[in-house]
């Protein structure tokens, strides 16, 4: 399966110094700080897969038959790198508002203990498949699913479709890339377990701060609306639990579900929301 298509590297045009509403997600408190949450994870977690992906690329042979994966991992890290710069503006608003991000000294003491320990680059590389995989389950559902954004703020509507849009792209890049220096089939598994659990863990743990420091915590509707996001007829649990376990499966590859078609819809209808940095342009 060839799937290291060429990516494009785009500018977001928002301007996010102009503030946004404390729940900007329809006025809905939990769905807002489950959202900022999720954000205040990405510039450090980023980075550390930008960092796992050039190392372990430094072992890929300079051979043709890797030309377009190694073209593609560049096109990779200019992703990544724009959505680390957006995200940055993003949670600066956030502390404006009061609240404080534990999750990016999670993540940087959990990298610094892995550094620490030796753990092997393509061990690294595992753990960054495995959360890539994880936001393009997310990035489909807010692609595929209007609702799931509904009377959000506009300008971080465009955003974390933005964001989607390029997580979709670049889903198979660091499981390719694996796949391509020999990972087994045990080892990928493995730090998917380690990988979900420790995600799960933070994304918790950060919502329930950032309600805290909203104020709204021990308010019964908060939970009620908790309940309903997670488990309702079409609430989150369901519609990821059979993509995220798919992953177990041995044969399993990103591009098994192809929905390149939800990412080019969303761009075509959304040309003035970004400017393309490098690549080549849409027709």
């Given at each position: 399966m060839n799937t290291s298509n060429p990516l494009m590297v785009r500018k977001l045009l928002v301007d996010l110094s102009?503030?946004?509403?404390?729940?900007?997600?329809?006025?809905?408190?939990f769905r807002t700080q489950f959202f900022n949450a999720l954000s205040m994870s990405f510039p450090v977690g980023e980075?550390?897969?930008?960092?796992?992906?050039?190392?372990?690329?430094?072992?890929?042979?300079?051979?043709?038959?890797?030309a377009s994966l190694h073209a593609t991992i560049q096109d990779f890290v200019g992703q990544e790198a724009t959505h680390r710069r957006v995200h940055t503006l993003y949670n600066a608003e956030l502390e404006k508002q009061g609240l404080v991000n534990h999750w990016q000294h999670w993540a940087a003491d959990m990298i610094a203990l892995g550094n620490k320990r030796n753990v092997p680059a393509i061990s690294k590389l595992a753990v960054?498949?495995?959360f890539e995989h994880y936001t393009a389950v997310l990035a489909d559902l807010t692609l595929r699913y209007p609702a799931v954004l509904e009377g959000a703020d506009p300008m971080l509507a465009t955003l974390w479709r933005w964001h989607a849009v390029e997580e979709t792209e670049h889903k198979a890049v660091a499981f390719d890339l694996y796949r391509a220096l020999g990972?087994?089939?045990?080892?990928?598994?493995?730090?998917?377990?380690?990988?979900?659990?420790?995600?799960?863990v933070m994304a918790t743990r950060q919502t329930i701060n950032n309600l805290w420091h909203d104020g709204v915590l021990f308010k019964p509707g908060i939970w009620i609306d908790a309940a309903r996001f997670f488990f309702g007829r079409h609430g989150l649990v369901w519609l990821t639990a059979i993509p995220l376990l798919s992953y177990l499966k041995r044969e399993f590859h990103p591009w098994q579900h192809d929905n390149r078609e939800l990412a080019t819809q969303w761009l075509t209808a959304n040309s003035e929301h970004y400017s393309i940095v490098r690549g080549p342009k849409e027709a």
């Open positions: 102009q503030g946004f509403p404390r729940h900007w997600l329809a006025g809905k408190a980075q550390e897969f930008i960092d796992s992906v050039r190392a372990s690329a430094s072992s890929l042979p300079k051979e043709a038959r890797y960054t498949a495995a990972g087994s089939y045990r080892k990928r598994v493995r730090w998917y377990a380690f990988a979900m659990m420790r995600l799960n």
